[in-house]
């Protein structure tokens, strides 16, 4: 019986060594410690968290259902020959078809318009080189297989005040009626007077002016040699003004 005791002793003393002792983990190399405490870990957590949060809001935005405008187009206001960017968020899953369209045109992907995709969820209409002919309404069109939405702004151009044809000088015979024509342009839509040899022309039935959207007319009733001088159009807005000159002679 102790002879067995003593045999069993040794193996028993060394498990009891090994369990009591565990080896302990080798130190981290140099230059690889992380201190909770730096301030450019603790930032480096910070955006991680940012991160993820941002990830996990974008998946549950995109769950499957018709199209949501997050953040609506807004009007603009440009100078003639800048570019413009019509910008919009949206929510739409599965992807959608997306259209643009000015005043009910539909408006083709190209030089003149682009269209614009950004992560994850901003679209956007780029007009290039803006002018008179580009103010108006436009309209976005979102659609996928569970509907569709709408969002529209309005695109307004400022344009200085400018004659682009002034009127031809000419010759009228006593008796006669005399059109004086200049056509003009400008955004906001521009003051517009007439003047002979340099003094402001007051109108009656005999001698009066009409302005269009794009023209302006003198009109010079029963014509006589007193009507013959330098007759002058101008044009006014707040960004600008410009004028022009014509000669009438009566024969």
Same mark, same amino acid.
């Given at each position: 019986?102790?002879?067995?005791?003593?045999?069993?002793?040794?193996?028993?003393?060394?498990?009891?060594?090994?369990?009591?002792?565990?080896?302990?983990?080798?130190?981290?190399?140099?230059?690889?410690?992380?201190?909770?405490?730096?301030?450019?870990?603790?930032?480096?957590?910070?955006?991680?968290?940012?991160?993820?949060?941002?990830?996990?809001?974008?998946?549950?935005?995109?769950?499957?259902?018709?199209?949501?405008?997050?953040?609506?187009?807004?009007?603009?206001?440009?100078?003639? !020959? #800048?570019?413009?960017? /019509?910008?919009?968020? @949206? =929510?739409?899953? %599965?992807? $959608?078809?997306?259209? +643009?369209?000015?005043?009910?045109?539909?408006?083709?992907?190209?030089?003149?318009?682009?269209?614009?995709?950004?992560?994850?969820?901003?679209?956007?209409?780029?007009?290039?080189?803006?002018?008179?002919?580009?103010?108006?309404?436009?309209?976005?069109?979102?659609?996928?297989?569970?509907?569709?939405?709408?969002?529209?702004?309005?695109?307004?151009?400022?344009?200085?005040?400018?004659?682009?044809?002034?009127?031809?000088?000419?010759?009228?015979?006593? !008796? #006669?009626?005399?059109? /004086?024509?200049?056509? @003009? =342009?400008?955004? %906001?839509? $521009?003051?517009?007077? +007439?003047?002979k040899d340099g003094e402001d022309i007051e109108e009656d039935d005999r001698l009066y002016y009409n302005i269009g959207s794009d023209s302006t007319t003198l009109t010079i009733k029963k014509v006589t040699p007193?009507?013959?001088?330098?007759?002058?159009?101008?044009?006014?807005?707040?960004?600008?003004?410009?004028?022009?000159?014509?000669?009438?002679?009566?024969?």
């Amino acid at each position: 019986m102790c002879r067995a005791f003593l045999f069993l002793m040794p193996s028993l003393l060394f498990f009891q060594m090994s369990k009591a002792a565990p080896k302990k983990p080798a130190p981290p190399p140099a230059g690889f410690t992380l201190d909770i405490n730096d301030p450019q870990v603790q930032n480096a957590a910070i955006r991680i968290q940012a991160s993820y949060r941002g990830h996990r809001s974008r998946k549950e935005m995109r769950e499957k259902g018709p199209p949501r405008v997050l953040q609506n187009l807004k009007d603009l206001v440009l100078m003639e !020959g #800048s570019a413009a960017k /019509l910008e919009c968020r @949206i =929510s739409a899953f %599965p992807d $959608p078809f997306i259209r +643009w369209s000015k005043d009910g045109a539909e408006l083709k992907d190209g030089p003149k318009y682009r269209y614009i995709f950004e992560d994850p969820d901003i679209v956007a209409l780029v007009v290039r080189d803006a002018g008179l002919p580009d103010l108006g309404k436009y309209t976005i069109s979102v659609k996928n297989p569970f509907g569709e939405c709408f969002d529209s702004a309005r695109l307004l151009i400022e344009v200085p005040a400018k004659i682009e044809r002034g009127p031809d000088s000419t010759k009228a015979k006593k !008796g #006669s009626t005399v059109n /004086l024509t200049a056509h @003009i =342009s400008g955004e %906001p839509a $521009p003051d517009v007077g +007439w003047a002979k040899d340099g003094e402001d022309i007051e109108e009656d039935d005999r001698l009066y002016y009409n302005i269009g959207s794009d023209s302006t007319t003198l009109t010079i009733k029963k014509v006589t040699p007193a009507d013959a001088g330098k007759y002058e159009v101008f044009v006014e807005n707040s960004l600008g003004m410009d004028q022009s000159f014509a000669r009438l002679d009566v024969v």
